[in-house]
């Protein structure tokens, strides 16, 4: 048997399935950024942000004095949490390790939205929309933990796990759509003061 065509067989298979799996994701970015259909709610949503008297508070959320966003450092915290917590749902060690972190992540949720929001409201509409996509994915995120949470604090385990997988499923799409705008869309550091 010729394990040489086996493997180029196998490549060429892995290759068309991810280059069909992005197509298809690229595809429906591209819907997002397109579709007007959230137009009316983005431009009430980024007046409103924008108006909160937040003075010098404003730039420190957005980074400023770092010299780029603020939002991906603060997401570590939750996403640090929460992968964590799914690897020692893996590893046999006990429960409370893992319900300490998804406690802990969704703490950290609130500083590394409310940043998100500063660099969110002044978005054009294209990155905007795939930004409100990314934001509604936090959320759904943030429920299934929330769920999870409350499973394991309740002493039901499994429930809690497979909550926390619905939840850092939700974690992945998000960063996916978090690293388009943030990438493919070019939204950038805000000039430093």
């Known amino acids: 048997m010729n394990t040489n065509a086996l493997d180029t067989s196998t490549k060429a298979t892995t290759t068309s399935a991810l280059d069909t799996a992005s197509a298809w994701w690229l595809t429906a970015l591209d819907r997002i950024e ?17 108006s909160l008297p937040l003075g010098e508070l404003r730039d420190l959320l957005r980074g ?11 997401v570590q915290v939750p996403i640090g949490c929460w992968l964590s917590a799914a690897v020692l749902d893996i590893v046999p060690t006990g429960q409370h390790a893992p319900t300490t972190l998804t406690a802990v992540g969704l703490a950290g949720v ?12 002044d978005l054009p509409p294209e990155q905007a929309r ?7 994915s936090n959320v759904a995120a943030v429920a299934f933990y929330t769920a999870s949470l409350t499973a394991r604090l309740r002493g039901r385990s499994t429930k809690g796990r497979l909550w926390s ?3 850092l499923t939700a974690v992945a799409v998000s ?7 943030a990438y493919r869309q070019a939204v950038g550091a805000h000039p430093s003061a």
């Open 64 to 74: 400023r004095p770092l010299g780029h966003p603020v939002h991906p450092v603060l």
């Open 34 to 50: 397109q579709s007007v259909v959230a137009d009316p709610a983005i431009r009430v949503l980024q007046g409103g942000i924008r």
């Open 110 to 121: 609130a500083p590394a939205a409310v940043a998100g929001w500063a660099d969110w409201a």
């Open 165 to 167: 997988l619905g939840g």
């Open 130 to 136: 795939v930004g409100l996509a990314h934001a509604l």
């Open 175 to 181: 960063g996916a759509l978090g690293g388009h705008v």
